[in-house]
């Protein structure tokens, strides 16, 4: 079955407790997903950010809006136990619960921003979930826009590097490679790179600032074709003829199946390719091309602080 959205963890969730014992997240966590029949590949899949499992962040959010309607406690951190209302709620036979059947608890509506008649709290602070949405929680809803976002930022970003002209290109890789770690220094990096290409390739630069190692560029601007396999054999026969280890060939169009397949069977070389969509993930990650404008910090409670067991 597909991953079970928020909602429909509330009620299972909220029936673990029923026993009236404290019940550890984490464990409640893998209960659910063995109730569930979650494949292991359901199991495992992350949010955009990949900082946590889809699920494990859904049964986060189902126990938090049981906790703000007044069905489970928090006794200590990562724990929960279910309250009396949660107890009777659970008696009561009910088949489902959601954001609408917990909309009849006022310390929900509060939690949401609204009045008792469903209506938004004017200048309210609270968390109000998105109507649109009774998949994702806050939290995917604003990766997934984020994701969106960045997706739209690094097509435009493409667009305008596929209509600079060539040297231009050559400058933005130097300075990207640079930003990534690579090349020492601007000036360093510069100097190795650019002109109109020696024995197939178009420049050299150190792996680190004191050059224990050197890595070896080409840089393709093209606006349409993929990138031919015949022209990363070219690009590794210049290796070869530099003894070189290293390359990293990048592109602003793509790499078809067969080059990429005869990158991946070159003995005792590293090469790397880097097609225009990644090439844009990098400026954007690295801030090449594109200014940062606004933040917005994700958090979490620190329960530790409020942890106070009587010690001094």
């Known amino acids: 079955m597909a991953i079970p959205t928020y909602e429909q963890i509330m009620l299972p969730l909220l029936k673990l407790g029923v026993d009236g014992n404290d019940h550890r997240l984490h464990d409640a966590i893998e209960t659910l997903a063995n109730d569930f029949k979650l494949t292991a590949e359901e199991r495992n ?27 489970l406690d928090a006794p200590k951190r990562s724990f929960f136990r279910i309250t009396d209302r ?63 976002l960045n997706k739209v930022q ?73 990138v031919p396999a015949g022209d990363v054999r070219d690009f590794v026969g210049a290796l070869v003829g530099k003894r070189a280890r290293k390359g990293v060939l990048l592109t602003t169009s793509g ?17 790397v390719l880097i097609d225009g969509e990644m090439l844009a993930k990098l400026m954007l990650k690295y801030e090449v091309g594109f200014t940062v404008t606004d933040t917005y910090k994700v958090g979490r409670i620190d329960e530790d602080y409020f942890d106070d067991d009587g010690a001094t």
């Open 45 to 71: 899949e992350l949010l955009p950010s990949g900082q946590q499992a889809r699920f494990d962040n859904r049964v986060g959010w189902a126990r938090t809006a049981l906790k703000k309607a007044g069905l």
């Open 86 to 148: 949660g107890r009777s709620t659970v008696l009561s036979g009910v088949d489902a619960i959601g954001d609408k059947y917990l909309s009849q608890f006022p310390e929900y509506l509060e939690y949401r921003g609204l009045n008792e008649k469903g209506h938004s709290v004017k200048q309210s602070t609270a968390v109000q979930p998105a109507q649109a949405s009774e998949i994702d929680t806050p939290r995917e809803r604003l990766e997934a826009a984020y994701s969106e």
């Open 154 to 226: 690094a097509s435009d970003l493409l667009s305008k590097v596929k209509a600079t002209r060539p040297g231009f290109f050559e400058t933005l890789v130097v300075q990207l490679l640079v930003k990534m770690g690579y090349g020492g220094s601007l000036l360093d990096a510069g100097s190795a790179i650019g002109g109109s290409g020696d024995g197939g390739v178009d420049g050299v630069i150190k792996e680190d600032e004191l050059g224990l190692d050197m890595i070896y560029v080409q840089a393709k601007r093209y606006t349409t074709a993929n």
């Open 255 to 271: 790499f078809g199946d067969d080059a990429r397949r005869y990158a991946q069977t070159i003995e005792g070389k590293t090469l």
